[in-house]
């Protein structure tokens, strides 16, 4: 099966043409603006034919920020006759995926699948896990821990830039309550080390409420390892939030490039906590803790794990499904677990009463 990734020099898209170029299966064309085997300009009139001209059987979408993108590069892939995949972590892109792209993708007869990352793909497979333990949840709280030194990209900052300070609603205590992103600071404990961490704007907040019927509290955070960047970026969320016209996301390159001069003070880890408080089945109280850590140069292979296990089902014809998805549901834990061994990444999931 050809694969064309597009956003194939990037940060995610280099280590995925990487990963999948020895899979004998798998014949892989990395796309990009420039500096590519194929130039492809996303924002071309003419990108379907240049896609048909490519004759894909698989599109895997990297070239972000997803915040603001519309669908017309899944669109362009259904209609070349590739099944589609993309990377996206911005909430209203993946949560209004399925309803904008299941007649067409079903018309095509292709899977197009949305957030095949770390949100939702990973993180729905290890509240699945977690969930088999417990009768009932009450509570999903997810914290994300990036290393200092870990390659971040212009893209990665400028879609946390962009809901910083912002307004979104996430579940807590049974109701909908709203917080503003980069705010609602919380120390969280992660299996490397306590960081503060503050409020993020993802997918997993709409989609999870739905997936686990009964879930009254599901938050996403995320926690630099440096406080002076942690705080620095609190404070301009707070400006903006209290009305200061801020254009953060275009200073994006400029701030990766300030944060790599702080990459010496960086540490040694990166990681991810996933933890679910509920009923076990005789009624007693319990809290399940699932924890990553990784070092902080493979923590960027993490988002790409998913869309790589889901590109060689296909090629193998296991993945059948047509129709476009939130991609929930779609892998293992134990699939994605054997990626990390790859990296030497390593998991521990503990239970106690609570």
């Known amino acids: 099966m050809r694969v064309v990734v597009l956003g194939g020099t990037g940060n995610f898209g280099a280590r995925i043409c990487r990963a999948l170029a020895g899979d004998r299966d798998l014949e892989v064309i990395a796309a990009a603006r420039r500096g590519a085997p194929a130039r492809l300009d ?25 915040q603001g ?13 590739a099944h589609y995949l993309d990377l996206a972590d911005a909430r209203a892109f993946v949560a209004r995926f399925a309803d904008a792209l299941d007649a067409p993708a079903r018309a095509a007869g292709r899977i197009a699948l949305s957030g095949a ?18 009768a009932s949840i009450d509570s999903i709280r997810i914290a994300i821990a990036p290393g200092q030194r870990a390659p971040r990209g212009a893209a990665t900052i400028a879609g946390v830039l962009s809901y910083a300070g912002r307004p979104f609603r996430w579940l807590s205590g049974g109701e909908w309550r ?15 080390g306590t960081r ?4 993020c704007d993802v997918p997993d907040l709409e989609l999870f409420p739905a997936r686990y019927p009964g879930v009254r509290t599901v938050e996403f955070r995320a926690a630099l390892e440096i406080g002076a960047q942690h705080f620095a970026l609190w404070a301009a969320a707070a400006l903006r939030r209290a009305g200061v016209a801020l254009p953060l996301e275009r200073g994006a390159a400029t701030l990766d490039r300030v944060a790599r001069l702080m990459d010496v003070l960086g540490g040694e880890r990166g990681g991810m906590r996933v933890a679910l408080e509920g009923a076990r089945a005789d009624g007693t109280r319990a809290r399940v803790e699932w924890q990553l ?12 794990m998913a869309a790589l296990v889901l590109a060689r089902k296909l090629a193998r014809g296991a993945l059948r499904e047509t129709g476009a998805f939130a991609c929930m549901g779609f ?3 134990a699939e994605l677990e054997r990626e990390f061994a790859k990296w030497s990444i390593t998991t521990v999931m503990e239970e106690r009463s609570a």
């Open 293 to 304: 850590t990784a070092d902080a140069m493979h923590g960027p292979e993490i988002p790409c």
């Open 69 to 81: 993108q519309d669908y017309r590069v899944a669109l362009a892939s259904l209609a070349a006759g």
């Open 42 to 66: 996303l924002d071309s009139p003419g990108l379907e034919r240049d896609l048909v001209r490519l004759a894909p059987g698989l599109v895997i979408h990297c070239a972000g920020p997803f």
């Open 331 to 333: 892998l293992e834990l």
């Open 117 to 134: 990352s770390t949100l939702p793909a990973l993180s729905a497979a290890v509240v699945d896990a977690l969930a088999a333990r417990l």
């Open 178 to 192: 709203t917080v503003h992103g980069w705010q609602a600071l919380e120390r969280v404990r992660f299996a490397f």
């Open 196 to 199: 503060w961490a503050a409020a």
